[in-house]
Each structure stands twice: as C-alpha cells, then as structure tokens.
C-alpha cells in the first residue's frame, strides 16, 4: 500500500477559500476548526494522511501543540516557528519515504518544497478536489437513497407487505 500526505498550511487556506474567510472574519477559531472537519472528510475519503498546520510563531511563549482531531493531525508550531518552516521540515524528513503533497498558495513555499521532494497543491486546486469530493459523497448518497425507494415493499399497500413477510417466514 503506497502511502501518501497532505501537509496543510492552514491558515494560507483559511485566506484563500472565501468561505473560510468570511468565518474567519467573524471568528478565527471557528474557520480553523471548520477547515479541520473538511479534512478530516476528505482524509476518510482519500485514505491519505492529512496534516494540517497552523502558525503560532507570533504567540508570545507558545510552545507548540500537536494533537489528532478525529483521523487526522492537527498542529500549531511553536513561537518563532513559522508553518512554512514546520511544513519544509516535514516534507523534508518524509518526502524520501512517502509521496507527500503540500497545499498552500505561498509561491516562495512552493518552490521551496519541490526542492524537499514533495508535490505542491495550490489553495484553489485543493478546494476543487474538495468539492468534487463533497459532490461525489452526495451523489453516493442519493444514489443509496434512491435503491432504497426501488425495493418492492415501498410500492406495495402496508396490509399487502405485512401479508407477504408472514408468508415469507413460514418457509
């Protein structure tokens, strides 16, 4: 099984997805934890592994946190430790081993991380994949829905079904 990661510059996301910038906008804290949930979703649909990072280089004393958040790694760096910097590590120390992406629109970090053996995502192609992604589940759903609505029993008068589920277990 050939394993793969998607490092997560998060808040460069946060920026680039209008709709996590308007919920940032009114709360910081409800667009990150928003962007956690997609993908987690998309980390249970893709069966990658998802990183997703967030700075803290800038919070007086901060000394990092990583946590797991459903199936997926949640981490913010610790003061004067930019997600940038935290990501090029990553993608340096696993780039060997694994296939690993790294979404982000930063054009420097781009550049930086092709030179670490990873694969660059920008914000905008991570938000199509999510899309298609959301589209596809939905899909999957009312296509569910809808077998379930062709069995034979929705068509039938209730008396009729019960009369013929009876008759089915006396065999």
């Known amino acids: ?6 490092l997560v510059d998060g808040y460069n996301i946060i920026h680039a997805w209008e709709d996590l910038k308007i919920i940032a906008e009114g709360s910081l804290e409800s667009a990150r934890d928003k962007l956690v949930d ?22 007086k004393g ?8 459903q199936n997926i ?9 930019t997600a ?24 420097l970090e781009q550049i930086i991380i092709l030179g670490r053996g990873a694969t660059r995502v920008s914000a ?9 992604m959301e589209n596809t589940i939905r ?13 034979l029993e929705t068509f039938l008068d209730p008396k009729v079904a019960d009369w013929m589920e009876k008759l ?3 065999k």
């Open 124 to 132: 905008r192609e991570l938000y199509d994949e999510v899309n298609l």
């Open 38 to 59: 997609i993908m987690s979703n998309y980390q249970g649909f893709k069966k990658i592994k998802v990183i997703v990072v967030f700075d803290a280089h800038k919070v």
């Open 1 to 6: 099984m050939h394993v793969e990661y998607l």
């Open 73 to 81: 790694m949640v981490v913010f760096t610790k003061e004067a430790e």
């Open 139 to 151: 899909q999957q759903y009312i296509e569910k829905q809808s077998a379930k609505k062709n069995a």
């Open 84 to 107: 940038d910097h935290y990501i090029e590590k990553i993608a340096h120390d696993i780039g060997c081993l694994y296939r690993v992406r790294v979404a982000t629109s930063d054009a």
């Open 62 to 69: 901060s000394i990092g946190k990583i946590y797991q958040h």
């Open 168 to 170: 089915r277990r006396q």
